[in-house]
């Protein structure tokens, strides 16, 4: 018998009065001028010097981005099609305020920008190797590629999920004792019998939706100039691009978008969350994520017309990439000095070149092996069960703001502050982060204080 989730709030623990309160003085120091300088500023306004008709595109994206979708049929046709299967009937479900997901919602019940990603291990078969070859994966049979947690009337949803969290102490030289948290899932009230008995179950949370039309620009070269596959340099950085299919080119791209950069394009990604987390179609997707021990879905799912239509699709990804980016603050800062020193620019590269000029996401787009503590087992096209996509870094001292007392970071949530995030890292950024934990108490408050205000 499982016992009861605990869902309370874990906390740092030390055992240096001292050190606890030169790091807590830093940080609110840090973040009260952060809340100060940006409360105002948000990621859903538009960028400046659109013209009126792009202003209308703009506002076109954004109703189908934030107004609900319903159930096909309905009066409201620009919006019908949502499910049979779904997790959410609107975007901002997932991303509030155009920021980042959480696990669990004010109520403490699993929030819908946490979900469930399913595959298995390939079998080997040409049938397995076309399904990686197009889809980087291997969807587990019953259930597809996502659990749906909800279902329109008279389709059964998939599963209900929980997090169970195990905990464990990360001791620093200079004696502060941090409390990581693990994260265990569960799948309840299975809706389609039981799952493969070698089912990979990986947790995601909804990325903040920061600077994507700059991201966009970044060539394909700029993100392969940083690619060093054999370590050629003998820096211990690895890193690799994604070679991922593009259902939108119909040929290999390199993949910049999701924890595993496992796609290439913002309008590829919108037209994955629309069938993954709503349930329409779209010229990406033509056919609902329906298995075939699913005949109430099949049933329902009869109606050959795209829901998302590409008017609608390029009006969703004409708001997502002329969203404005908002301003930083930062100047010089001892963080910004110490970041680099220790090894974190290696991977979590400043900034790139674009026409217009320079931006500064702080990642290279490629993937790492960040040890076995971050490891899900679950391989994307190129990227392994222990590698991950470089996160860009920028606003997120903006996108903490957002979430007020649900922070939460990683890939699934299990870091509520940039600390624990940090003290998480293995693999390649083993070293960093011992660095970090060497540092004297002030220079990792410095360098916590840099992210918050990058």
Request: glycine share 8%; aromatic share 8%.
């Amino acid at each position: 018998m499982h016992r009861k989730p605990n869902y309370k709030r874990l906390v740092v623990l030390s055992i240096s009065t001292l050190a606890i309160s030169l790091m807590a003085k830093v940080f609110a120091d840090g973040l009260e001028g952060l809340s100060t300088r940006i409360l105002n500023q948000s990621f859903t306004q538009a960028q400046p010097g659109l013209s009126n008709e792009e202003v209308d595109e703009f506002i076109l994206g954004k109703s189908f981005f934030r107004i609900p979708w319903v159930e096909a049929p309905s009066a409201t046709t620009a919006r019908d099609g949502l499910g049979p299967l779904f997790s959410a009937n609107t975007c901002v479900n997932c991303h509030a305020k155009n920021g980042r997901g959480k696990v669990f919602d004010a109520n403490n019940i699993i929030d819908r920008s946490h979900v469930i990603r399913l595959s298995i291990p390939s079998n080997g078969t040409d049938e397995h190797r076309r399904m990686i070859a197009k889809t980087g994966f291997i969807p587990e049979p019953n259930y597809g590629a996502q659990i749906s947690i909800n279902g329109v009337p008279g389709v059964p949803f998939e599963a209900k999920p929980l997090v169970y969290y195990s905990t464990k102490n990360i001791h620093y030289p200079d004696g502060v004792v941090v409390t990581l948290q693990q994260p265990t899932i569960e799948l309840k009230n299975l809706g389609y019998g039981d799952l493969h008995p070698n089912t990979i179950v990986s947790a995601r949370i909804a990325p903040a939706l920061v600077g994507l039309g700059l991201l966009e620009q970044i060539t394909d070269a700029q993100i392969l100039a940083n690619e060093d596959i054999n370590d050629v340099n003998h820096d211990g950085i690895s890193g690799k691009a994604n070679r991922v299919w593009s259902n939108q080119t119909k040929r290999m791209e390199i993949g910049r978008y999701t924890w595993k950069a496992s796609v290439p394009t913002l309008k590829h990604q919108s037209a994955n969350a629309a069938i993954n987390d709503m349930g329409l179609t779209s010229s990406m997707h033509e056919k609902q994520t329906c298995t075939p021990i699913q005949t109430q879905c099949i049933d329902t799912s009869q109606n050959d017309e795209q829901e998302l239509t590409m008017q609608r699709l390029d009006a969703i990804s004409y708001y997502l990439t002329h969203l404005k980016l908002p301003k930083s603050n930062l100047i010089q800062h001892e963080g910004k000095r110490l970041f680099s020193e220790i090894g974190c620019a290696k991977c979590h590269v400043p900034s790139y070149v674009l026409p217009n000029g320079r931006i500064h996401p702080y990642s290279d787009f490629l993937l790492h092996d960040m040890g076995s503590g971050l490891a899900d087992s679950r391989s994307e096209f190129d990227a392994l069960g222990n590698e991950w996509r470089t996160p860009p870094l920028w606003k997120l001292g903006r996108v903490a703001l957002i979430l007020k007392d649900n922070k939460n970071f990683l890939h699934d949530g299990r870091a509520h502050n940039l600390e624990q995030a940090i003290l998480w890292h293995g693999g390649e950024a083993e070293k960093s982060k011992t660095l970090f934990m060497n540092l004297p108490v002030s220079g990792r408050g410095k360098i916590l204080q840099f992210l918050n205000e990058i």
